[in-house]
């Protein structure tokens, strides 16, 4: 037998850590390292524990988990995040795959599928929920229609970093006023620049003004 998989539970309810934790601790090969109620802990026990698999909900207050799975990956890339949440909205989904989430489930799932995933994404193995891979598929096989506008694939975090980046803030000075790394920024403006097809700070100001969401 191998270690076993380390895995770090990163979820705002109490509850839901606590089943979850219990059912894993009777699954073989599998270890409940730490669990935190919102993001900063999250990648505070990330580092201290450098487990293999976060199981990571998305909707938390404060740091939520886009911006999390983000931030940890930034610091510890060898990491696994499997998106454990309720939500199957677009603007959840792809935000989080973006940010380098391995697997997406869903919390319906049963607990024999959570712990399968959790070896899986230990073994370099991806899974998705069966509804996530259809939406996913339906999004490339759609034919393109008229376009809407670009910023409307931001997320609300992006949307507050491009409005400063059109206000003329340096990346530190909006690190500042968001309470998030220097870094974290930095991704979300190279997050920006692509979904708004854009180069640099200035035509991305540009394109805010034009938008009018630079105020």
Known sequence: MGQPVK???????????????AVLDTEEGIEVVGEASNGMD??????????????MDLVMDGMDGV??????????????VIVLTSYLDD????PVIEAGAFSYLLKTSRATEIADAI?????????????VAAK??????????????LHEDLTDREMEVLRRVAQGRSNQEIADELFIGVKTVKFH????FNKLE???RTQAAIYALKQGIAD
């Open 7 to 21: 895995v770090l539970l990163v979820d705002d309810h109490e509850m839901v850590r606590i089943g979850l934790a």
């Open 42 to 55: 999250g990648i505070r026990l990330a580092q201290a524990y450098k487990p293999d698999v976060v199981l």
């Open 67 to 80: 911006e999390t799975t983000a931030k940890l990956l930034e610091l510890y890339p060898d990491c696994k």
């Open 91 to 94: 603007s959840k989904l792809y």
């Open 119 to 131: 070896r899986a994404a230990a073994r370099g193995q991806s899974v998705l929920e069966s509804q």
């Open 136 to 149: 996913m598929m339906n999004r490339f096989r759609q034919p393109k229609q008229e376009q809407a506008p």
């Open 189 to 192: 403006i190279t997050n920006i």
């Open 198 to 200: 854009v180069e640099d």
